[in-house]
Antibody, heavy 126, light 112 residues
Framework: QLQLQESGPGLVKPSETLSLTCTVS??????????WGWIRQPPGKGLEWIGS???????YYNPSLKSRVTISVDTSKNQFSLKLSSVTAADTAVYYC??????????????????WGQGTLVTVSS | QSALTQPASVSGSPGQSITISCTGT?????????VSWYQQHPGKAPKLMIY???KRPSGVSNRFSGSKSGNTASLTISGLQAEDEADYYC????????????FGGGTKLTVL
């Protein structure tokens, strides 16, 4: 059974870089046809896609965050990571990692996230 | 790209059916894009309930169903149960030339 677990600091200072790692167990992160994604949820608000990385290393980011986001993968550790630079209080959120399946075939596109990690709260404060 | 539009809240009594709408544009829901739906209980991670518009993952009750008409996707829950009370989010592919994902703003379902 595939499981994902986020890890990283729970408190980050304004203007610094938020760094999180997602460890995948019960399966290989190098499995073809899967992306690995990051999604966040500010307290009391909805979900926001941050970005995803394909098993081959290709990355895709939310345009609203693209200038500050880097997602990378370490297949030797079965992990993928998120870095978000120049954080402000608006970046305070629960950050989730998830396996992301997405495709476009014959003009039809589908995408879904499953399973998800339990989430980790990151607070931006001095 | 704006988030998909969902009603802030819906409610129903046990045993009843409810429908949650998810309205987008011709660039996301209205295009040939198949929506996914997620259930989130307080303090928990979201759980996939519907993918590819109408398919249920293994283990998800057949009381949950998905459909689409034009720019609006819908999640219907029949035979409402107390444990269905949660937040529900829709999600769609929205990119024209690259992977880009948008979520709905979420709907709070209250079982009366």
């Amino acid at each position: 059974q595939l499981q994902l677990q986020e890890s990283g600091p729970g408190l980050v200072k304004p203007s610094e870089t938020l760094s999180l790692t997602c460890t995948v167990s019960g399966g290989s992160i190098s499995s073809s046809s899967y992306y690995w994604g990051w999604i966040r949820q500010p307290p009391g608000k909805g979900l926001e896609w941050i970005g995803s990385i394909y098993y081959s290393g290709s990355t895709y980011y939310n345009p609203s965050l693209k200038s500050r986001v880097t997602i990378s993968v370490d297949t030797s550790k079965n992990q993928f990571s998120l870095k978000l630079s120049s954080v402000t209080a608006a970046d305070t959120a629960v950050y989730y990692c998830a396996r992301h399946q997405g495709y476009c075939t014959g003009g039809v596109c589908g995408n879904w996230f499953d399973p998800w990690g339990q989430g980790t709260l990151v607070t931006v404060s001095s | 790209q704006s988030a998909l539009t969902q009603p802030a809240s819906v409610s129903g009594s046990p045993g009843q059916s409810i429908t949650i709408s998810c309205t987008g544009t011709s660039s996301d829901v209205g295009s040939y894009n198949l929506v996914s739906w997620y259930q989130q209980h307080p303090g928990k991670a979201p759980k996939l309930m519907i993918y590819e518009g109408s398919k249920r993952p293994s283990g998800v009750s057949n009381r949950f169903s998905g459909s689409k008409s034009g720019n609006t996707a819908s999640l219907t829950i029949s035979g409402l149960q107390a444990e269905d009370e949660a937040d529900y989010y829709c999600c769609s592919y929205a990119g024209s030339s690259t992977l880009y994902v948008v979520f709905g703003g979420g709907t709070k379902l209250t079982v009366l």
